[in-house]
């Protein structure tokens, strides 16, 4: 990784000091009004700069270019000058255009600010360099902030589980043309966490699954967050590994799709194993099911079919919007379906493209309670999902 690429992932970064070819420090500095004259740079006056790895046929805008939109100083030293120190900044009243100048700072000024940036060279020598100089518990919180930027930047991505020989677990994401700007974001906000150590990888990998991507024209990988994520997974696919287990263990919601044969719907279909399925879930919350089609085209409680504003009170649950939920109360070894989402917690729903509804349990029996825009959208395609 090149130095221009450490301090990109840098997000909270202001300044930077060059000693010749090396970043030798990050340190918070106040404004100094200790300069000398002008002096317009010249790349051969100072070729240290010239091992920057820079695009070919780029001048020092594209050097620029990342420090001055985020308005991060850049100072620098010449080695055996009395003037040592100086400031890089655009004289240029367009940030793009490629007219840079250094400012010398005063060697005889006595300000702290002066003093700081023209340390002996001798003692910046012996001085430690970079993580070394920060106390571990300070460097590992740092990656830690990273870390935590990353994740709450992140957008969510549709992944699909593939299979690849040598890989754990392998997904793809649908529609990567769409998909690929986000995930490479993503890669690129947690590169340094991810390469900086080890600790810092270990606690990469406790937040987000690395997962190898499957493009044959691009192989790579990528990371998975499954708090956002959605995740579509046939069952073929499913292996007895570690990673592959510590994704379920992760899901918190799952939406189950429809079946065009009614009699092989979630509940009817081996209730006994579905209970089982969810007890493997330990972090499961919500179970989405999506309506029948040719059956909510005809029925007028569906809920995009609702007049606005729709009722607040729980209402009878037509049949023709989805299963039959006296399944429910079906019981199996002693407990039912609802009794155990009931134990786990976990909220059943009904959703199609437009609504949703909460199933709830009243003295009355069975009924459903019409969401919110707000819960409606949380129970939408991309919002933490595993598509089972």
Known sequence: MTILEVVENLLQLKEVIFNGKSLIDTIEMSDTKCLLGMIPMDADNFPEWSD???PEKTKFGS???????????????VPDSRLSTFEVYNTSDDPDAESPSIKFLNPECTCSQCLSATKDEKESETRPVGPASLPSRIFMAIIDIL????????????WERTYLIKSLIALDARDYGRMSHEIRKRFASLRLPSQINRTGQKMVRQRLIRADISRVEEPTYGWALPEIDAFCMENEYFEANLEGIRLLQKVQNIILPTSAEPGSRYFQNQPVNFCTALSLLPNLRKVVCHLEPWRYYWSRRSPS?????????????????????QLLTSKFDGMSNWEFLEKKKVR????????????????????????TPDETEDCKFLSGWMIL
Not at 63 to 77: A, C, D, L
């Open 305 to 325: 079919a609702l007049p606005s504003p729709r009722p607040s009170e729980p209402v009878e649950i037509d049949d023709r919007i989805d299963l039959d939920l």
């Open 52 to 54: 920057h790895h820079l």
């Open 147 to 158: 870390i935590s930027e990353a994740v709450q930047s992140a957008c969510p991505i549709f």
């Open 63 to 77: 050097f620029w270019n990342p420090f001055g939109r985020r308005s991060v100083r850049v100072y620098g030293k």
């Open 348 to 371: 059943l729903y009904v959703a199609d493209g437009e609504g949703g509804a909460e199933i709830i349990q009243t003295t009355e029996g069975f009924k459903m309670k019409y969401l």
